[in-house]
């Protein structure tokens, strides 16, 4: 996986961040930015404010690994190349509980995926509109590991919770909590840099489970 400017700027690289005290946040965002610049607006739902969302986690305190994904990007793949990552964070002595991997919508499809490849019951993850009907029999290879905050938006058609997946995970989960949100914004929830899923994400990523 090839860093951004915007990881440059946070980590300058893998190797050169310490493993002290600091906090990884991997920020995944949805599909709307493979497909477009990141100055352009969904005719629907307004601009997708990745940078603000990313400037946000920094400002908390995380140090942000993120990138903008080229189009139709494989899921799967691109999943084992972040697991690849939290790998290298964590033989550089990171304990798992501060790393945190953050999905928006097809980009928290892919974290789904990387906590089925990396099962470790101490990585943090955090779902942002990405569970919807009829996704736990289209793709049964998803085995979730992991402390697991899912949002989902009550008004994002065919939203569900992801009580079922977990419930199917043949991994001991220690914390779940999933959190649905009534903005009457439909998936374009999360376009935005919004209190409602922000900020019990920064708490997760803090290894606040309550």
């Given at each position: 996986?090839?860093?951004?400017?915007?990881?440059?700027?946070?980590?300058?690289?893998?190797?050169?961040?310490?493993?002290?005290?600091?906090?990884?946040?991997?920020?995944?965002?949805?599909?709307?930015?493979?497909?477009?610049?990141?100055?352009?607006?969904?005719?629907?739902?307004?601009?997708?404010?990745?940078?603000?969302?990313?400037?946000?986690?920094?400002?908390?305190?995380?140090?942000?690994?993120?990138?903008?994904?080229?189009?139709?990007?494989?899921?799967?793949?691109?999943?084992?190349?972040?697991?690849?990552?939290?790998?290298?964070?964590?033989?550089?002595?990171?304990?798992?509980?501060?790393?945190?991997?953050?999905?928006?919508?097809?980009?928290?499809?892919?974290?789904?995926?990387?906590?089925?490849?990396?099962?470790?019951?101490?990585?943090?993850?955090?779902?942002?509109?990405?569970?919807?009907?009829?996704?736990?029999?289209?793709?049964?290879?998803?085995?979730?590991?992991?402390?697991?905050?899912?949002?989902?938006?009550?008004?994002?058609?065919?939203?569900?919770?992801?009580?079922?997946?977990?419930?199917?995970?043949t991994c001991h989960i220690e914390h779940f909590k999933?959190?649905?949100?009534?903005?009457?914004?439909?998936?374009?929830?999360?376009?935005?840099?919004?209190?409602?899923?922000?900020?019990?994400?920064?708490?997760?990523?803090?290894?606040?489970?309550?």
């Amino acid at each position: 996986m090839k860093f951004t400017l915007i990881v440059v700027i946070f980590c300058y690289s893998l190797l050169s961040c310490t493993a002290s005290d600091e906090r990884y946040l991997f920020f995944l965002h949805n599909k709307f930015i493979e497909e477009h610049t990141l100055d352009e607006s969904h005719p629907k739902y307004g601009k997708a404010e990745y940078r603000e969302i990313v400037n946000a986690f920094k400002k908390e305190g995380f140090t942000v690994i993120s990138e903008k994904r080229k189009a139709n990007t494989n899921e799967k793949t691109y999943a084992r190349q972040v697991k690849e990552q939290i790998d290298s964070l964590l033989q550089m002595g990171v304990e798992p509980g501060k790393i945190t991997v953050v999905g928006t919508s097809k980009g928290g499809f892919i974290a789904q995926y990387v906590s089925t490849y990396a099962r470790n019951e101490q990585l943090n993850f955090v779902f942002i509109g990405s569970s919807f009907e009829g996704l736990l029999e289209q793709f049964p290879d998803i085995d979730l590991c992991g402390n697991i905050l899912a949002i989902n938006e009550k008004s994002d058609r065919g939203s569900v919770s992801l009580a079922g997946r977990i419930e199917k995970s043949t991994c001991h989960i220690e914390h779940f909590k999933n959190i649905e949100l009534n903005t009457g914004k439909e998936h374009g929830f999360l376009f935005p840099l919004m209190n409602e899923w922000f900020e019990p994400t920064v708490k997760w990523a803090s290894q606040d489970y309550e």
